[in-house]
Every structure is written in structure tokens, then in C-alpha cells.
């Protein structure tokens, strides 16, 4: 194993990330805190969970998701987008690197960046109202895995891209569409018959459920049906990936 | 011996196009090798399976007998590439760059290194400034800088001195002649024959992506140093004077003209010459003079 390697692409992504700050960490934490004003405060008083959560609290778990999701993908997708783009990946095709630590290096960046942003936006939440963690090993379980998971998906959709267009095209049909009907805003019990049932196709709604979960000990899907869903998201973004890197698709000519 | 073997090395880019065609070639160590030949006859994409940029569709590549694809960690680690296009990261610094390069063979931090190499290429002064702040000339010593940050036993250079003015390009011939005494074995492509013949030990040509010719540069020296004198006489001569009978002077065969063949060893006395010529009462017409330069070596081989 090439630690060394593997730590410089680790080391290189997040300086990138730290570069650009108000690009990378302080838009997720404003957008974060602007829900929360809509939501959490000025809506949310009218809404009730049921139980003693209330509404501004339920929202949470929900919107560290849906920044940890879209914040992970976003990473790992341009962090492997652009080097292909410039031409700067002759470098890492020519170092003696595997596959194994060029993914890592550029998921586990990812992965960091995002799990940074969910402790400033979850630091932000406590401005509005308090917001107890009954189980926190739960609960940083289920950020890194949907976090990796995701940086992973994202990592795949940058190699396989070759036009910006592409890049974006799943962070805004598939992800934000998902996310805001994943649950962030509502429980799912709270929908009518089949878009009850609908909802449960949506692996979204099992990682906000799951962090839900370890943050009040209540949500719609028990958190070991999260976290085998989650795992199995990972599995196949894993073996897409094995697939790529085997055949050299898009990335050797 | 050898460190870079190619055996039949084949590549077919998707869409058909063959850019390398049954290529089989051998590079001693610590030489300088020039790869020559027109736009598109192959050089990058050769160098580019070496490097593991590009996926050979057959054949086998091995350095210091390490496969570049099945042992491609051996292999890779003692090979740097400096490449065609200027590809950097913009927005970090020069230093920074450099220690990423390092970083990724797995190599720990050597900042005496870094001096060194930046001192070498006069970029030390630029440490500091971000890359997008650099010139052209500079982007490309900075490209140059990070191939040697991994120590390489091979470097590749494609088209180094491209861009890069008259005298820089004389300083970075120093600059490579050093790298080579340190005993790094040299790969270069260029299209500039004089960098070739300055600098290469051996010479390769490559067109169609075939290899048309390997050569010793001393070798083809001599062939380029051949020179012709051809003077053309006024009255034909039935048979070459006593004094005009040497080897190198051959009288045509319709008897109109003189051909005298000599290279850089004989020194004709050309003054000489044209005395023994007056003595014998042979009128001159006119004098052409003719010599083969790589450039003709060069295009003949790839116009054939
Ligand atoms: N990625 C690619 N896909 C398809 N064809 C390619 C690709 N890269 C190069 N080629 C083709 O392969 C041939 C050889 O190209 P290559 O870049 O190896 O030439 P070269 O000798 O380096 O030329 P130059 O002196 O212009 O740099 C060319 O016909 C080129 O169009
Ligand atoms: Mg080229």
C-alpha cells in the first residue's frame, strides 16, 4: 500500500477544500440556517411530530443529511472531474498508485469535508433550539456511511463524466429531488397511502430516518433496516466502481 | 543493458486508428534518446503506455525488467514523465506542486530536493507564487522540476523545449546534459533536429507508427557529414590526369563532370584543387556543392 500517496491526494483535496471556504463550508452552514429560519422557526411552531420533539428539532437530522449528501457527492464528483478535465490526472495514472488508494484518497477527502459540515451545521442547529443526540456513536455511524457512500456515488459520476453538464445532471435531477422528498421537512408517516409507500423506495429516506433515529430514538424505519440499506447503496456503488476500474473506462484510452 | 524494453507493442485507438504499429525498441541505460517524427507518428502515445497513461492493445512493455502492467508499482516507481501539454494545477504554489509530485510515488519530503531541483531550473524565486501566476516558459520548467522530484531512473520528456525561447532552450540542454551525468537515462521527442543531434546519444524515427530507423547519432554524423562537390567542365575529358587520379574524384560517366566526394575527416584542399585543374588546362563551368543533413536523412526516411 502507497500510504504516502493515498495520504497527498487526501491532503491535496482537502487544501482545495479549505481554499475555497465560502464555496465549500460556509454556503451549506447560510443555506442550512436559512431553512431553519423558514422551518424550523416560523412555520415549524404550527407543526406538530408528535412526541416531545418539536418541529425544529425534527428538522435536524434531516438537513445535516441533506448537506452531508449533496456536499460529499459534490467533492468527490469534482475532485476527480477536474484533474481528467485539465489533464493533471497524467499524474496519478503514472505514480505507482492503485486504483484502491486514488478512490480512497479522493472518498475519504470527501467524506471528511462533508462529516466537517454537518458538525458546523449541527452547531448552527443548537443556535435556534437544543438539540439533544441520545445515541452519538449511532449517529456519526450513519454520517460517515451515507457520507463515504455518497462520496463514492459522486466519485463515479466524475469518472464517468466528461462534460460539466453531465456532472451536474445527477446532483439536480436525482439527489435534490430525493433529499427534499426523503423527508428532511415531514415524516413519511405523515404522507397518504401511496406516496406513503412510494417513499420507502427512496434509500434518502432511510438515511434521515437512521440519523433521526440515534438522534431522538424514534423515526419511520428502524435504524438496522437503515443501515443494511445503506451498506447495500455502498456494496454497489463499490462493485460499479471495481467495474470501471477494471476495464479502464473513460479514464485510459 | 537495457532498462525500457518494448516488444511488438501495438495500439489501436477506438474508432481504428493505429497509432503504433508491431513497435519494438530498446533504450540503454544512461543514455539520451531522441524520438523523432512528423505530427501524429506516434511519440506521445508510445510514451504514454510506458507511463500507464494509455492501455497498450498488445505487445509487452518492461523497465529494469519489471511489466508495466502487471508489476506496474516496480515499474512506474523508477519512471518520471514530463509531458507534452502544459497540465498543472493553477491555484497552488510552485513548492506545493512540487511536494504533491513527490507525495504520490510514495516518496517522503526532501526539502534539499526541492532547492535543488527549483534552484537547477532557476524557478527558486517562484516558490512561493501560485502556478497560474507563471509564464509559459516557466510552466514548463515547473513540469520539469516534478519529474525530478521523484529521483527517476527514466525520465520521459515529450517535446520539452516546446515554446520555449532560444536561449532558455540552451540552458535546459545544459540542464538535461546534467541530469544524464547523474546517470538518469534520458527519453526525448522533439522537432527540432538540431536538439537532437546536440544532445542524443541515439536517434530514433518514428512515422505511421512505425519505427522507421534507430541509429547512433555518431553514425548518422558521419552519413550527414558526407559533402559532394560537383563541378561541372567545359569541354568534356576523355580520361582523369595522373595528378587528379584519388579516390575520392570520380569522373562522370558522360565525362562533362567532375564528382568529388569528402566529408568532415578529409580535409580537401580546395584551393589546391582548382590549381591542379589550371595546370591540366581544365575549364571550370560551374561549382555546385551538396551536403545531407538530418533534416534529409529525416525526410527521405519518411517520404518513402
Ligand atoms: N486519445 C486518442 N484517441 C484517438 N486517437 C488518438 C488519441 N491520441 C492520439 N490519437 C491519434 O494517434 C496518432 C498518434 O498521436 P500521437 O499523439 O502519439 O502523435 P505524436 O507523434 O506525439 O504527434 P505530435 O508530434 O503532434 O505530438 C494520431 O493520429 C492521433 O490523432
Ligand atoms: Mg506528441
Known amino acids: 500500500m502507497n500510504w504516502i500517496g493515498f495520504f497527498t491526494i487526501y491532503k491535496k483535496e482537502m487544501m482545495r477544500t479549505f481554499r475555497v471556504p465560502l464555496q465549500t463550508i460556509f454556503s451549506p452552514v447560510i443555506t442550512t440556517a436559512l431553512y431553519f429560519v423558514v422551518f424550523g422557526s416560523a412555520i415549524g411552531s404550527r407543526i406538530s411530530v408528535g412526541g416531545d420533539v418539536s418541529y425544529a428539532q425534527f428538522i435536524v437530522p434531516g438537513l445535516i443529511m441533506m448537506s452531508l449528501l449533496s456536499s460529499s457527492l459534490a467533492a468527490a464528483s469534482s475532485g476527480i472531474y477536474f484533474p481528467k478535465f485539465s489533464g493533471t490526472i497524467y499524474e496519478l495514472l503514472s505514480a505507482p498508485l492503485s486504483y484502491l488508494e486514488i478512490t480512497l484518497g479522493y472518498t475519504l477527502a470527501a467524506t471528511s469535508r462533508a462529516m466537517i459540515i454537518s458538525v458546523i451545521i449541527y452547531i448552527v442547529s443548537l443556535f435556534f433550539t437544543p438539540v439533544p443526540i441520545a445515541h452519538p456513536f449511532v449517529a456519526v455511524l450513519f454520517i460517515f456511511l451515507t457520507a463515504f457512500t455518497f462520496a463514492m456515488f459522486g466519485f463515479i459520476i466524475g469518472l464517468l463524466s466528461d462534460t460539466f453538464e453531465k456532472l451536474n445532471i445527477f446532483p439536480t435531477f436525482v439527489i435534490t429531488p430525493l433529499s427534499f422528498l426523503g423527508g428532511v421537512f415531514y415524516s413519511v408517516d405523515m404522507l397518504p397511502g401511496i406516496w406513503h409507500q412510494i417513499s420507502y423506495v427512496n434509500p434518502i429516506v432511510y438515511m434521515i430516518n437512521g440519523l433521526r433515529w440515534s438522534f431522538f430514538e424514534s423515526s419511520s424505519v428502524s435504524p438496522l433496516i437503515s443501515i443494511g440499506i445503506i451498506v447495500i447503496f455502498l456494496v454497489a456503488c463499490l462493485f460499479a466502481l471495481w467495474r470501471i476500474f477494471k476495464t479502464g473506462y473513460k479514464i485510459k484510452t | ?304
Open chain 2, 1 to 304: 543493458m537495457s532498462i525500457l524494453k518494448i516488444k511488438n507493442l501495438n495500439k489501436e485507438y477506438k474508432g481504428g486508428l493505429k497509432a503504433l504499429n508491431d513497435v519494438s525498441l530498446e533504450i540503454n541505460k544512461g543514455e539520451i534518446f531522441a524520438l523523432l517524427g512528423p505530427n501524429g507518428a506516434g511519440k506521445t502515445t508510445l510514451i504514454n503506455i510506458v507511463c500507464g497513461l494509455v492501455n497498450p492493445s498488445s505487445g509487452e512493455v518492461t523497465v529494469n525488467n519489471f511489466d508495466i502492467i502487471k508489476q506496474y508499482r516496480e515499474a512506474r516507481a523508477f519512471v518520471s514523465l514530463v509531458p507534452q501539454e502544459i497540465q498543472l494545477d493553477p491555484f497552488i504554489t510552485v513548492e506545493q506542486t512540487l511536494e504533491f509530485s513527490r507525495g504520490f510515488f510514495g516518496k517522503a519530503k526532501k526539502p534539499e530536493l526541492t532547492k535543488e531541483i527549483l534552484e537547477g531550473l532557476s524557478l527558486w524565486d517562484k516558490k512561493d507564487n501560485k502556478v497560474i501566476q507563471l509564464s509559459g516558459g516557466m510552466k514548463r520548467r515547473v513540469l520539469i522540476a516534478k519529474a525530478l522530484m521523484n529521483e527517476p531512473e527514466v525520465l520521459f520528456l515529450d517535446e520539452p523545449t516546446a515554446g520555449v525561447d532560444v536561449e532558455l532552450r540552451r540552458d535546459m540542454w545544459k540542464f538535461i546534459a546534467k541530469i544524464k551525468q547523474q546517470g538518469t537515462t534520458i527519453i526525448l521527442t522533439t522537432h527540432y533536429l538540431e536538439e537532437a543531434e546536440e544532445m542524443a546519444d541515439r536517434i530514433g524515427v518514428i512515422d505511421k507508427g512505425e519505427i522507421k530507423m534507430v541509429e547512433n547519432k555518431d553514425i548518422l554524423m558521419k552519413k550527414m557529414g558526407k559533402k559532394q562537390l560537383l563541378i561541372s567542365l567545359k569541354k568534356t575529358l576523355e580520361n582523369l590526369p595522373a595528378d587528379l587520379q584519388k579516390k575520392y574524384i570520380v569522373l562522370s560517366d558522360d565525362k562533362k563532370s567532375l564528382l568529388v566526394n569528402y566529408d568532415s575527416e578529409l580535409n580537401l584542399d580546395i584551393a589546391g584543387l582548382m590549381q591542379t585543374l589550371k595546370n591540366n588546362n581544365i575549364e571550370i563551368g560551374d561549382i555546385v556543392t551538396k551536403q545531407s543533413s538530418l533534416e534529409d536523412i529525416f525526410i527521405d526516411l519518411i517520404n518513402e
